[in-house]
């Protein structure tokens, strides 16, 4: 079966643009979440989407924010861009809630502001 | 709140020597683990994990974890190791039946293994 599909792979944007993010989870995936990785921070939880409800936010400002379709694939939305916001992000999608499922990470997509 | 310490940065090996990349939580509750190995330019693919049950969890490529709960640890070991495995390699953690936390995973700031041939 496919994998978590995120797109797109690479972007480069400008400081104070906006940007959107795209998570496709594999086929019957109801829980998305998403990560930021930096090399100073490392990976940091950014929020989860269950059944198109924000289940748990991670302590980014209100410049990040997110949704999830009735079809569960999720976007995630960063707004006025700041150069460090430059980062991996990274989907990882769900079967359920609940985490014995386990989860499955995209490949990310690689945001540059400059 | 919950933690993950990872206290090496890197880990360097010999191939065909053990390895262990070593891994430390802080939760209140009980504990799901997870390691997860990242290659350059790719995102986390994941090694294994422990829910509950036996404390040797086996995972792909030939990984194993031992979770210790009374010392809080989950060391990813592998008795051999090869050059392949030169990667970033990620514990993280989330609590148990903590259906307020959702599903967020704490991870540890990562280790790199680099195995010489």
């Known amino acids: 079966k496919a994998g978590v599909t995120q797109t797109p792979r690479y972007l480069i944007k400008t400081r104070g643009q906006q940007v959107t993010l795209s998570c496709s989870p594999i086929?019957?995936?109801?829980?998305v979440s998403w990560y930021q990785q930096t090399p100073g921070q490392g990976l940091q939880f950014l929020f989860e989407?269950?059944?198109?409800?924000?289940?748990n936010k991670g302590n980014f400002p209100g410049r990040f924010s997110g949704r999830q379709f009735s079809n569960s694939r999720s976007e995630m939305n960063v707004s006025t861009l700041e150069l460090g916001d430059s980062a991996l992000y990274l989907c990882?999608?769900?079967?359920?809630?609940?985490?014995?499922?386990?989860?499955?990470f995209g490949s990310g997509t690689r945001l540059t502001v400059v | 709140a919950q933690s993950v310490a990872q206290p090496e940065d890197q880990v360097n090996v010999a191939e065909g020597n053990p390895l262990t990349v070593k891994c430390t939580y802080s939760v209140s509750g009980n504990p799901y683990l997870f390691w997860y190995v990242q290659y350059p330019n790719r995102g986390l693919q994941f090694l294994l994990k422990?829910?509950?049950?036996?404390?040797l969890v086996k995972g792909s490529y030939g990984f194993e974890a031992e979770f210790n709960k009374s010392q809080t640890s989950f060391h990813l070991k592998k008795p051999s190791a090869l050059v392949s495995d030169s990667a970033l390699y990620f514990c993280a953690v989330r609590v148990l039946a903590a259906k307020a936390a959702g599903n967020k995973l704490t991870f540890g700031g990562g280790t790199r293994v680099l195995v010489k041939p």
């Open positions: 086929s019957g995936h109801r829980s």
């Open positions: 989407y269950f059944s198109e409800t924000q289940r």
């Open positions: 422990y829910i509950t049950g036996d404390n």
């Open positions: 990882a999608s769900s079967l359920a809630a609940a985490p014995r499922h386990g989860y499955t």
